[in-house]
């Protein structure tokens, strides 16, 4: 049979080698330190977007991951030197399930007093609807056009859990390198729940992006431990609730403000 | 490329779970496509009279429910959560798990469920509100804490959202999970609900079904010249896997080993496959190098086969870059043919459906399978179910945003009905 069992598994050396930072305090080591529930100051995706016709189809969420991914990738430097199969991207995201706006003009035309009509919304509301919403609603779209845009062909996941999502994809990052799925993995978590308070219970809501870039630590590097949750220091700033994007802005902030590295 | 470890902890199912449009129950979705039985037929659960699409494969209400624990019971007012929830307890009915706690995860791929279109209507126009309890049971994860709770798992519980690959990719990640020592056993799985206004709207709009309203029977036709579309279908599968020292110590059924897992993303266009198959070849090289198989060793393919010109090209094109000339020699089928497509959840039932076929040595067909595409030129199973010794088959999923998932399933010595 396959996969014998022989002995404990061998992890090759990892470091963490670029860290990202959108959230509500700055972009990069500004958003490292302060900071309130609010938007991403400064952020203007068409300076991080180069895909035009792509940037349609991205939610604020999505816009945030793929500007998130990117500066990533360029801080680390190193990506060309690796094969596409061999570069990994881990996401942690919230359900998208489309921006109901976009149905709105469909739905309208389908409700009148006697309330709504299913049938007059199939035969006059769905022409109204944009061929491409569903794809706008993809959970994955930050795999799917960070990927696209960086040709990072290798082992990826997409993971929706929430503020756990952003955590178990900086983990599956780690992992992925440390036991030769992937040279390098692009792991971290995307999220914009402002306008989201009044669904949440009214808690103060911010949006962010943070990704982390791990690879197989070269001789002299540092070598970063698996991560867990009780190495990183209190943040004493409330930057409102940032879903998917919680963990890894939160790393991203101990690692640029200097309480973790 | 990359040496496998050498040392790791090997992976056996010892328990599986199923509702698909054949039924509820493994027993029932197993004769189903061992039969080339259609499920596809007029949409039920709305008026779809003036859809673009007026048919899918619907899966059958559950009569009767397991008992959940309370904090939980509100995620059974969804169909999807019903669904789910019968098949993990015919799964854990199956394994016979002992209490394992922190030891026993759980890592399900599941998709955010929508609203009520009536109801998405009103709200809008009034600006009310959805209620916290409906929010968290449209969760993609809903399905994961469900089960978790029935179980009593305690420990790594994630949720898997990559469309159609989810459930493919669960069941991958549960392996790496106990390989790694997060835990010993494992409920992987998916489950997903998709015959609603709103995804047969949207999936309509991008022209990804069948428009044969007139022939529904005939729809979903995997790798034959004339497909144009999938079906949306629905269902839930799952499986319980765990380290096979847990599951020899405890005397567990054991019904199959899962030797293998790859991963890969297309990297390419967000709905689209890239036509020379490379993403999908990726994934089957992966998944063969972790289980430490060649093509040589495969014996069934279980395919994605969606039933769309493009996924079943592209998919065929992977399979020959992956297989060589093997793949001209390995029994290939796709189950959609009959189950329509589950998206979230087809590659776990397609995975459990690979145990069977193992199991049992039997292979399900390709049904409407009349006229093979020539630019698909596989060892298509067509119309009725081969037999033969399987030792290790391949099942497929790929997904819009480009990621692809393949596992490996091996026959377990002296596994039988």
């Given at each position: 049979?396959?996969?014998?069992?022989?002995?404990?598994?061998?992890?090759?050396?990892?470091?963490?080698?670029?860290?990202?930072?959108?959230?509500?305090?700055?972009?990069?080591?500004?958003?490292?330190?302060?900071?309130?529930?609010?938007?991403?100051?400064?952020?203007?995706?068409?300076?991080?977007?180069?895909?035009?016709?792509?940037?349609?189809?991205?939610?604020?969420?999505?816009?945030?991951?793929?500007?998130?991914?990117?500066?990533?990738?360029?801080?680390?430097?190193?990506?060309?030197?690796?094969?596409?199969?061999?570069?990994?991207?881990?996401?942690?995201?919230?359900?998208?399930?489309?921006?109901?706006?976009?149905l709105?003009?469909a739905l309208?035309k389908a409700?009148?007093?006697?309330?709504f009509d299913l049938d007059k919304f199939a035969r006059e509301g769905i022409d109204l609807i944009?061929p491409?919403w569903l794809?706008?609603?993809?959970?994955?779209?930050?795999?799917?056009?960070?990927?696209?845009?960086?040709?990072?062909?290798?082992?990826?996941?997409?993971?929706?859990?929430?503020?756990?999502?952003?955590?178990?994809?900086?983990?599956?990052?780690?992992?992925?390198?440390?036991?030769?799925?992937?040279?390098?993995?692009?792991?971290?978590?995307?999220?914009?729940?402002?306008?989201?308070?009044?669904?949440?219970?009214?808690?103060?809501?911010?949006?962010?992006?943070?990704?982390?870039?791990?690879?197989?630590?070269?001789?002299?590097?540092?070598?970063?431990?698996?991560?867990?949750?009780?190495?990183?220091?209190?943040?004493?700033?409330?930057?409102?609730?940032?879903?998917?994007?919680?963990?890894?802005?939160?790393?991203?902030?101990?690692?640029?403000?200097?309480?973790?590295? | 490329?990359?040496?496998?470890?050498?040392?790791?902890?090997?992976?056996?199912?010892?328990?599986?779970?199923?509702?698909?449009?054949?039924?509820?129950?493994?027993?029932?979705?197993?004769?189903?496509?061992?039969?080339?039985?259609?499920?596809i037929g007029p949409i039920s659960r709305f008026n779809a009279a003036s859809f673009p699409v007026r048919f899918a494969a619907e899966?059958?209400?559950?009569?009767?429910?397991?008992?959940?624990?309370?904090?939980?019971?509100?995620?059974?007012?969804?169909?999807?959560?019903?669904?789910?929830?019968?098949?993990?307890?015919?799964?854990?009915?199956?394994?016979?798990?002992?209490?394992?706690?922190?030891?026993?995860?759980?890592?399900?791929?599941?998709?955010?469920?929508r609203?009520d279109l009536a109801?998405?209507?009103?709200?809008?126009?009034?600006?009310?509100?959805?209620?916290?309890?409906?929010?968290?049971?449209?969760?993609?994860?809903?399905?994961?804490?469900?089960?978790?709770?029935?179980?009593?798992?305690?420990?790594?519980?994630?949720?898997?959202?990559?469309?159609?690959?989810?459930?493919?990719?669960?069941?991958?990640?549960?392996?790496?999970?106990?390989?790694?020592?997060?835990?010993?056993?494992?409920?992987?799985?998916?489950?997903?609900?998709l015959v609603d206004p709103i995804m047969v709207t949207g999936f309509s709009k991008l022209g990804a079904l069948s428009q044969r309203n007139d022939?529904p029977?005939?729809a979903?036709?995997?790798?034959?010249?004339?497909?144009?579309g999938f079906v949306l279908?629905?269902?839930?599968?799952?499986?319980?896997?765990?380290?096979?020292?847990?599951?020899?110590?405890?005397?567990?059924?054991?019904?199959?080993?899962?030797?293998?897992?790859?991963?890969?993303?297309?990297?390419?266009?967000?709905?689209?496959?890239?036509?020379?198959?490379?993403?999908?070849?990726?994934?089957?090289?992966?998944?063969?190098?972790?289980?430490?198989?060649?093509?040589?060793?495969?014996?069934?393919?279980?395919?994605?086969?969606?039933?769309?010109?493009?996924?079943?090209?592209?998919?065929?094109?992977?399979?020959?870059?992956?297989?060589?000339?093997?793949?001209?020699?390995?029994?290939?089928?796709?189950?959609?043919?009959?189950?329509g497509?589950?998206?979230?959840?087809?590659?776990?039932?397609?995975?459990?459906?690979?145990?069977?076929?193992?199991?049992?040595?039997?292979?399900?067909?390709?049904?409407?399978?009349?006229?093979?595409?020539?630019?698909?030129?596989?060892?298509?199973?067509?119309?009725?179910?081969?037999?033969?010794?399987?030792?290790?088959?391949?099942?497929?999923?790929?997904?819009?945003?480009?990621?692809?998932?393949?596992?490996?399933?091996?026959?377990?010595?002296?596994?039988?009905?």
């Open positions: 049979m396959s996969s014998p069992v022989v002995g404990p598994q061998t992890l090759r050396p990892v470091t963490l080698s670029a860290v990202s930072l959108f959230c509500p305090a700055g972009i990069g080591p500004e958003g490292a330190r302060g900071g309130a529930p609010g938007p991403v100051p400064g952020f203007q995706p068409v300076k991080w977007i180069p895909d035009r016709k792509g940037l349609k189809l991205m939610s604020r969420a999505v816009q945030l991951g793929v500007a998130a991914v990117r500066q990533a990738i360029a801080l680390d430097g190193t990506l060309d030197e690796l094969p596409p199969l061999r570069r990994a991207l881990f996401v942690g995201a919230s359900p998208q399930t489309g921006d109901p706006e976009d709105r003009p309208d409700l009148g007093p006697a309330g944009h491409l794809v706008k609603g993809l959970s994955n779209n930050v795999l799917g056009f960070a990927s696209a845009a960086h040709d990072l062909q290798g082992t990826n996941a997409n993971w929706c859990d929430g503020e756990d999502g952003g955590w178990t994809a900086i983990l599956e990052g780690w992992d992925a390198v440390a036991e030769g799925r992937a040279d390098l993995a692009v792991a971290g978590g995307a999220d914009a729940l402002i306008g989201a308070e009044g669904l949440l219970g009214g808690v103060a809501c911010g949006e962010g992006a943070a990704f982390l870039v791990w690879r197989v630590a070269r001789p002299g590097e540092r070598v970063d431990p698996r991560p867990h949750k009780g190495q990183l220091p209190p943040d004493g700033s409330d930057l409102g609730r940032l879903g998917a994007a919680t963990w890894p802005v939160r790393y991203a902030r101990a690692v640029l403000g200097g309480g973790l590295r | 490329m990359h040496s496998p470890p050498p040392a790791r902890r090997r992976v056996v199912i010892t328990g599986i779970g199923a509702v698909t449009p054949h039924g509820v129950g493994v027993d029932a979705c197993w004769a189903g496509v061992i039969e080339g039985r259609n499920t899966a059958p209400e559950p009569e009767t429910l397991p008992e959940v624990p309370p904090e939980v019971a509100h995620i059974l007012l969804d169909l999807k959560g019903r669904l789910a929830a019968v098949a993990a307890a015919e799964a854990l009915a199956m394994a016979k798990l002992p209490p394992l706690g922190a030891r026993l995860g759980v890592c399900l791929g599941s998709e955010a469920a609203p109801e998405l209507a009103v709200r809008m126009r009034s600006g009310e509100l959805p209620g916290a309890l409906e929010l968290d049971r449209m969760s993609p994860a809903a399905p994961t804490r469900l089960v978790a709770a029935m179980a009593g798992a305690l420990g790594p519980m994630s949720t898997v959202s990559t469309a159609c690959t989810s459930s493919s990719q669960s069941v991958g990640e549960g392996l790496l999970r106990i390989r790694r020592g997060e835990a010993d056993a494992m409920i992987v799985g998916g489950v997903d609900v022939d029977a005939t979903s036709r995997p790798f034959d010249l004339h497909r144009d279908g629905e269902g839930a599968g799952f499986l319980i896997i765990e380290d096979l020292e847990l599951a020899e110590r405890r005397g567990a059924t054991i019904l199959a080993e899962l030797s293998g897992f790859g991963c890969s993303c297309n990297a390419y266009r967000i709905t689209d496959s890239p036509p020379d198959g490379r993403g999908a070849a990726q994934s089957m090289e992966a998944a063969l190098e972790d289980a430490g198989l060649s093509p040589e060793d495969i014996d069934y393919i279980n395919a994605h086969g969606t039933s769309t010109p493009m996924n079943d090209s592209s998919e065929a094109a992977g399979i020959v870059r992956a297989l060589g000339e093997r793949a001209a020699e390995v029994p290939t089928s796709s189950t959609k043919s009959m189950t497509h589950l998206v979230a959840a087809c590659g776990a039932v397609e995975a459990i459906f690979c145990v069977l076929a193992t199991r049992d040595g039997v292979m399900p067909p390709t049904r409407n399978l009349e006229q093979p595409d020539p630019a698909c030129p596989l060892r298509h199973i067509p119309n009725a179910a081969l037999r033969g010794p399987v030792r290790h088959a391949l099942t497929n999923a790929f997904g819009f945003g480009g990621s692809n998932g393949t596992l490996v399933i091996s026959r377990w010595p002296g596994a039988s009905a």
